[in-house]
């Protein structure tokens, strides 16, 4: 196949997934935390306590609710946070773009050169977007700050994201019991099941195999309601 024939073919179309909004960190950190942190709770409880106790069940429900609302208020006051100084910051690039115009303008271009353009064209490209200042702010926000004024991340759809799926990852480990369950047994194959799934489907996000990451997170996952079985066995006989 030639050259000529090769760039014929390539329409220049293609896409790419969203990797600076707000509800993939939230809800994939949201789903494993409630998984991971309810499995680790109920095999506490089954250590601690007779196997099937409704203290089980309680701890569980408790232990949703509480890491549901925690997450949820966790990510919305962190986000919001975040976009509160990021408005600040971009006031302050305003104010200096309103009283220093010449100034910023220089600054963006030498930072065109320091990207390899011309001086010539890096001063008529920073002109171009001065002629506008509102094109000027938001090309000086994303060179300086690296955000897109535009598209800050909610806090809402992080708080909310991350409610949701805790509460799914948390359920996934207490359904058996909701189900009738006896024994910490259904759990402990639902739950290592769900964590190499999980795993495995984060990786479609990253760059990680999906057998690796779901073995990471079945191992992580696993080796944290061991200890917490470990700890229950321990303390529960004695305060039970």
């Not at 220089?106 to 920073?126: F, H, I, N, W």
């Not at 259904?186 to 799934?197: E, V």
């Not at 195999?209 to 944290?224: D, E, N």
């Amino acid at each position: 196949m030639t050259e000529s024939s090769t760039s014929a073919e390539y329409s220049g179309d293609h896409t790419h997934r969203d990797v600076t909004g707000g509800w993939l960190r939230p809800a994939v950190f949201g789903a494993m935390d409630g998984l991971v942190s309810n499995f680790a709770l109920i095999a506490g409880m089954d250590g601690g306590t007779d196997s099937g106790s409704n203290f089980i069940v309680l701890a569980g429900l408790a232990g949703l609710a509480a890491g549901a609302f925690s997450m949820a208020a966790g990510e919305y006051t962190s986000v919001a946070s975040q976009r509160e100084l990021a408005r600040a910051e971009i006031e302050v690039e305003r104010r200096a773009i309103q009283r220093h115009p010449t100034d910023e303008e220089r600054e963006l271009s030498e930072t065109y050169q320091q990207k390899g353009l011309d001086p010539e064209l890096a001063d008529k490209v920073a002109q171009q977007f001065h002629a506008d200042p509102e094109q000027a702010l938001e090309e000086h926000v994303r060179e300086e700050l690296g955000i897109d004024p535009n598209d800050l991340p909610s806090p809402v759809v992080a708080a909310g994201s991350s409610f949701v799926c805790f509460a799914v990852g948390a359920l996934i480990p207490l359904l058996p019991y909701l189900l009738g369950a006896s024994s910490v047994l259904p759990s402990l194959i639902m739950s290592l099941t769900a964590l190499f799934i999980c795993g495995a489907v984060v990786s479609r996000v990253t760059s990680r195999s999906w057998w690796y990451s779901g073995l990471r997170q079945l191992i992580l996952g696993g080796t944290a309601a061991a200890l917490t079985y470990f700890v229950g066995t321990l303390v529960g006989p004695g305060i039970g």
